[in-house]
């Protein structure tokens, strides 16, 4: 069984950048489709990103393009998330998650992941 730990998030001021490391073991990400997905307080968890298992097939929501970019080196069993330019509405709880799904336009549903991480807080604040 896949596990994930996400790392990296925090308090920043708007403006600012964090990355976030989503770093697997029990399994390598090689087989897996990674995805970040963000809930808000008293909001839904939403999409942000996803890459195919060998880096190709990138996907961001609106949100986000422009801004955020995410990235994996399989080598490391990790994925990453650069955020740049953050604001406060990308205050959340940030989640990394793992499927086996190929087709990009799948990976932005939740339900094509079968293994979740516990998730990393950001919070973009003055």
């Known amino acids: 069984q896949v596990r994930l730990l996400e790392s990296g998030g925090g308090l920043v001021q708007p403006g600012n950048s964090l990355r976030l490391s989503c770093t697997a073991s029990?399994?390598?990400?090689?087989?897996?489709?990674m995805g970040w997905f963000r809930q808000a307080a008293g909001k839904e968890r939403e999409f942000v990103a996803a890459?195919?298992?060998?880096?190709?097939?990138?996907s961001y929501a609106d949100s986000v393009k422009g801004r955020f970019a995410i990235t994996r080196t399989n080598g490391k069993n990790t994925a990453y998330l650069q955020m740049d330019n953050l604001a406060a509405e990308d205050t959340a709880q940030y989640y990394c998650a793992a499927s086996r799904a190929i087709a990009s336009t799948s990976l932005q549903s939740e339900s094509v992941y079968a293994y979740w991480g516990q998730g990393t807080k950001v919070t973009v604040s003055s």
């Open positions: 029990g399994g390598a990400i090689s087989g897996y489709a």
């Open positions: 890459i195919r298992r060998d880096g190709s097939g990138i």
